[in-house]
């Protein structure tokens, strides 16, 4: 079955991140600000049987996304940044509760390296960047809550699973570890752009790949039949 606002979503999608590569702001402010109600259209209008409290929360957590990919547009202002960061907690609080309620629940053996990534995370910014490293860090524990939680191979019994991931399949279920793992891939990138890139064209491409990965992220995390009931 045709999914039209998915597919308008990845256009959008595509041309956040030429925006933010070609410095073309304008641009930006066009088209991010469509991405999450566009996927927020899927999960209304899907025929998937989703649970009415599941869908609420679906709604909320891309109704949060949608408010820090506004405040995100200028991710070089700090405040704006801690905002967006603010936001996006909320949105990573509903996914985890999502994945909560599917049975989702922390194994050791994905828990602790994201344990120890977000460990070397909050210690580099407290050294390189203070003054936005409480906030950020505080974030970032929500993220990885959220991140542990997707990986567990329990929400995709029937997948393929390497390495604590599962290996995307037909099953939407499956993809939910990717897409956690290309989440913390784009929160990461946010992190080593704040505190490296110097060059106006280095921190455009950053930027476009934050996007990029980001949005991938969204588009297999918010697939509203990756939430269903059996």
Do not use: C
């Not at 030429?18 to 073309?24: D, M, N, Q």
């Not at 304008?26 to 899907?46: E, G, I, R, S, Y």
């Not at 049975?103 to 602790?112: K, M, Q, S, T, Y």
């Amino acid at each position: 079955m045709r999914r039209p606002f998915r597919a308008a979503f990845l256009a959008a999608a595509a041309a956040t991140v030429y925006g933010a590569v070609t410095g073309r702001e304008k641009v930006q402010w066009v088209a991010k600000p469509l991405l999450m109600p566009l996927l927020a259209a899927d999960v209304a209008t899907d025929r998937a049987v989703l649970d009415p409290a599941d869908r609420t929360v679906l709604l909320g957590s891309l109704g949060a996304a949608t408010i820090g990919d506004v405040l995100l547009i200028e991710p070089d202002n700090d405040r704006r940044l801690i905002a967006g960061a603010s936001s996006f907690a909320v949105m990573q609080t509903g996914y985890s509760v999502l994945w909560w309620r599917r049975g989702g629940r922390p194994r050791p053996e994905i828990a602790v390296p994201r344990v120890l990534a977000w460990l070397g995370a909050a210690l580099l910014m407290r050294a390189k960047a203070p003054t936005v490293a409480a906030p950020l860090t505080a974030y970032g524990a929500t993220l990885g809550s959220a991140a542990v939680l997707a990986s567990d191979p329990g929400l995709a019994s029937g997948a393929k699973n390497i390495a604590g991931l599962n290996i995307p399949s037909s099953d939407p279920r499956s993809r939910l570890g990717l897409g956690a793992l290309l989440f913390t891939v784009s929160d990461g990138l946010i992190v080593l752009r704040r505190l490296f890139a110097r060059s106006e064209r280095s921190r455009r491409v950053t930027e476009g790949v934050i996007l990029a990965t980001y949005a991938a992220a969204q588009y297999l995390l918010a697939d509203p039949r990756a939430h269903a009931r059996d």
